[in-house]
């Protein structure tokens, strides 16, 4: 069954470094979006991507984070610098795109962020 | 504002129990919903979806959902919990290709 991969799993990093999240989505998938999750919360919208385009960054911190879809494929998340706040579960989801009637997204097993 | 509201933040049941997890939305347009399981430190596993049609969904590990446009509502249920169900529940509400909005989750607990 094709599955939505991210990687790290974890990561544990100090304030003020740079850290890197990566996902691909399901081969096919035109949309792609990152949440965050904080600790007892629902995830929340961080960017939405339509192919390689961005469709929704309006909560994306852009003074220090940043994502990219290149070629519409896979997407990098970036953080820099890192802020204690910013530990949290970040996940990536995929679906099939617009015209389709349809809004399923799958998850992948998400990035734990700890920042000391 | 679109928002989903979980009124209870922890239940207890016990093994065998039958099982309500309750979900309020505020949604502009016709609403997709779904309810989503999670695991501790995994993602999110669909459980069900609501797109149209026959209001009452069947998912997956034997869990269902009741769309009720006039109470805004949509609700888990499972008529025999298990003691692998304990998990945390999420509701969420979206539209065609839009992001979803989470409720802020139900812990279960299953207990013997």
Redesign the interface.
Known sequence: EAEVAQSPRYKITEKSQAVAFWCDPISGHATLYWYRQILGQGPELLVQFQDESVVDDSQLPKDRFSAERLKGVDSTLKIQPAELGDSAMYLCASSLGPSTGLNEQFFGPGTRLTVL | AQS?TQPDIHITVSEGASLELRCNYSYGATP?LFW?VQSP??????LL?Y?SGDTLVQGIKGFEAEFKRSQSSFNLRKPSVHWSDAAEY?C?V???????V????TRLSVIA
Do not use: S
């Open positions: 989903v997709y989503y430190g995994q993602g999110l596993q669909l979806k797109f999420f969420a979206g539209a065609e290709n839009t992001p979803l989470f409720g802020k989750g």
